[in-house]
């Protein structure tokens, strides 16, 4: 086989070919469509911004375990800014809410030296306590607002490629199986996408070119790696620290405006989810670099935007798991590697039996589908990891304890 | 002389703490148009009744014991936050095979106890394994089980699989448990009827309280762990083998963190429905840093939050929202563990001065 065939571009193709085939063949109707595909932009866009909001912290040599509460800030102020003024308003307030948060995580993880996960534990406890309080004083009350629902909070603005629909749509409507889902996931990616879902993935070639390419980038990696070393050059470990995490914080709580205003249309409790850690996982996945955290949040956010697809879908999607385990499992015995035979041959066989006996996966299993792939990422992934070597360690000068 | 000061100091850090929340909770409170001063008169009248305080320690029991296992944890730094995964889980477990279970009393009890305390140190084991196998960190993969338990309870507690429609209501629940498998609450004197009594659970809380004392402080795999606790360096030099020591610790507090769910399982509800108490392992993190992985220390703890939440039932009362008391826990929680870093750095820099001035003496 030439090399190039064998790259990850033809895999991706053919992964695309097989799966529309198998849904083709079991009439699973929403795999590659045009609202699945948006679906899943929607919800790897806040997992992303949490992803590198956990990125900037990290690579300064902060854990922020506090993400889910910054984010869960942003969800709240953004709401009700958004309610009360717009959009626009939203944004900033649920930034800056997020931003405050990340402060508060500075002041007791780098000022007063806690553990950084207790203070991350405590300030998402914070969070959730303060906005349920808020939302007992502000929401109730208000139409179609309760202690745990905001009013309908507006929308950003989307935005189409033009000439995308009238070149796709006709493919899209065709139904030949692999050529009219190419053409619904193109029409999914390019057609009635939010400006936020696009400034989201701006972030992310801004946050590389910051961290990797200036002075300030440097400045901050040098503090996650080794701040005395740092501090003995005369850049103060605390400042960047600092830095870092009110725009991790900001990061977060700018996810949390998307969730409220584009991934759904108000402010519900909960509504989190758990993403701030997720988010932290993919930075973990992503081995502390941009690109791959993006990566990782699209996994993810498929996995999540699993729910809102049909039982059957989810079970076809299974199935080409099994079958993509199964082929590996052939090879490794090919390969007499008789122990990673066995490994991916027993799942294969239980997704394949269960697509067989079963057909569906049923919702409540779905709704743990993004978590249990990052358990199983974070367990199965290649561990090349290397990160910051100051993770985690608070720093403190020589004789100052 | 100096040991009282350090005394004093030790003890300054949770009242400092207290008295920021207070002020913080004043603060709140004043906003939202309500004399801070009556609301905490009306709140400690409401809250130190007997009945409050038999409810309030039975409120208290599953907190001590989330308590307990999130300390286990605490002394190798690992954060189980999988603490209400684990026992939702384990009691989900132990409802179903207890109501299908015929045992004489003490069996039965026993089993169910068993079951509960087998399915948490199971599921926490996941975790510890992936840490210790493959790094992944534990803060992250216990909040990842969390959700997966919630999905499992949330597909067999459905009257397809596992569980029936309660009567008369929405709720869907297990089979109850046949009263073989209940335990008996203790009356307390001068208190009649249901609310005059407490949770019979609290022999075993207590008793788990004095295990996790003895093992920490009286056996070789405690010694162990607070060696590694202390320096981990000094303690793999030592020859502790860190990876099994903390797949050890890490499953040690999901079989604590099973028990959790028992009073209400055993002593109260009989059976696990849509309404199972959750959210408890969160208030084990908070208790434990409040009593600071001491087993009285986390007593106090879970009294202080249990009767922080009862006591709130007044606010409602006075037509302000009882999330107040939510925020004044974050507070206290916060503030403390600021003030006990200070008090360390305090306490050093006089050890440090102490042991100058002892060298300048013998250098003199």
């Known amino acids: ?401 | 002389m100096t040991r009282a000061r350090s005394a004093g100091l030790l003890l300054a850090a949770p009242l400092v703490a207290i008295a920021l929340a207070l002020a913080v909770a004043a603060v709140t409170l004043a906003i939202t148009g309500a004399d801070p001063a009556v609301v905490l008169r009306d709140a400690l009248a409401y809250g130190l009744r007997p009945a409050t305080l038999i409810a309030v320690a039975n409120k208290a029991i599953p907190y001590y014991l989330a308590g307990i296992a999130a300390a286990v944890g605490f002394h190798l730094r690992l954060f189980n936050i999988g603490i209400d995964g684990q026992y939702r889980l384990a009691a989900f477990a132990a409802a179903v095979i207890g109501a299908a279970a015929a045992l004489p009393a003490p069996l039965h009890v026993a089993l169910i106890v068993a079951v509960a305390v087998a399915v948490g140190w199971g599921w926490a084991a996941i975790a510890g394994l992936l840490f210790v196998r493959r790094g992944v960190n534990v803060v992250i993969s216990t909040i990842m089980l969390n959700v997966v338990a919630t999905g499992l309870i949330a597909y067999l507690l459905s009257p397809l699989r596992l569980a029936q429609q309660a009567a008369g209501s929405n709720n869907v629940t297990t089979a109850t448990i046949p009263e073989s498998g209940w335990i008996p609450s203790l009356p307390v004197p001068g208190m009649d009827g249901s609310s005059g009594a407490v949770n019979g659970f609290v022999v075993v809380a207590a008793l788990v309280g004095v295990a996790y004392w003895f093992v920490l402080h009286r056996t070789t795999i405690g010694f162990e762990v607070r060696a590694m606790g202390f320096s981990e360096r000094a303690a793999t030099v030592a020859g502790i083998r860190a990876p099994r020591l903390a797949l050890l610790t890490m499953a040690a507090s999901g079989a604590v963190a099973g028990l959790v769910g028992l009073p209400q399982l055993l002593g109260a509800s009989h059976r696990f429905g849509l309404d199972f108490p959750a959210g408890l392992g969160f208030t084990g993190l908070s208790v434990a840093i409040l009593g600071r992985n001491h087993p009285v220390g986390i007593a106090i703890g879970a009294f202080v939050w249990a009767f922080l939440e009862r006591s709130a039932q007044v606010l409602d009362l006075a037509g302000i929202s009882r999330e107040v008391v939510t925020i004044l826990q974050a507070v206290i929680v916060l503030s403390i563990v600021v003030a006990y870093e200070l008090v360390r750095r305090v306490r050093s820099r006089q050890e440090r001065r102490y042991v100058a001035r002892v060298a300048e003496g013998v250098g003199a």
């Open chain 1, 1 to 401: 086989m030439p090399a190039w065939l064998a790259g990850p571009a033809t895999r991706v193709a053919l992964g695309f070919a097989v799966l529309s085939l198998l849904s083709a063949a079991f009439e699973a109707p929403d795999l590659f469509s045009r609202g699945g595909i948006g679906a899943t932009l929607r919800f790897a866009a806040p997992i992303l911004l949490a992803g590198l909001g956990a990125l900037w912290a990290e690579r300064s040599g902060v854990i922020n375990i506090g993400l889910e509460g910054m984010m869960i800030a942003g969800t709240w102020f953004g709401a009700w800014a958004a309610w009360q003024w717009g959009a626009g308003a939203g944004l900033v307030a649920g930034v800056a809410a997020g931003m405050a948060f990340g402060l508060a995580h500075g002041i007791l993880s780098v000022t007063f030296g806690v553990d950084q996960a207790i203070s991350g534990l405590s300030l998402n406890l914070l969070a959730a306590g303060s906005t349920r309080f808020l939302s007992s004083i502000v929401f109730v009350g208000a139409p179609g607002g309760s202690i745990t629902t905001s009013p309908p909070v507006p929308d950003f603005a989307t935005v189409t490629l033009p000439g995308i629909e009238a070149l796709l749509a006709p493919a899209e409507a065709a139904g030949i199986p692999i050529v009219s889902d190419a053409a619904a996931v193109g029409l999914g990616l390019l057609t009635d996408v939010s400006v936020l879902t696009l400034a989201a993935m701006a972030l992310v070639p801004i946050t590389w070119w910051i961290l990797a390419r200036t002075r300030l980038g440097l400045r901050i990696r040098a503090v996650g790696e080794r701040p005395e070393a740092a501090d003995s050059l005369g850049i103060r470990p605390w400042r960047y620290r600092f830095l870092a995490l009110a725009v991790s914080g900001g990061l977060a709580g700018l996810g949390g405006v998307y969730l409220v205003t584009v991934a759904s249309s108000l402010y519900r409790e909960g509504q989190t989810a758990g993403r701030g850690f997720i988010g932290l996982a993919t930075v973990i996945f992503g081995n502390w670099n941009p690109w791959s955290v993006t990566l990782g949040s699209l996994v993810f956010g498929f996995t999540d935007a699993l729910r809102t697809r049909q039982e059957l879908t989810v079970g076809v999607l299974l199935l080409g798991l099994g079958g993509l385990c199964a082929l590996i499992a052939v090879r490794r015995a090919l390969r007499r590697d008789w122990r990673g035979a066995v490994l991916l041959g027993v799942p294969a066989a239980a997704t394949i039996a269960w697509f067989w006996f079963v057909r569906v996966v049923p919702g409540e299993l779905v709704s743990f589908a993004p978590h249990l792939t990052t358990l199983l990422v974070l367990a199965f992934a290649r561990q090349r990891l290397r990160p910051p070597a100051a993770l985690g360690v608070p720093f403190r000068r020589e004789g100052g304890t």
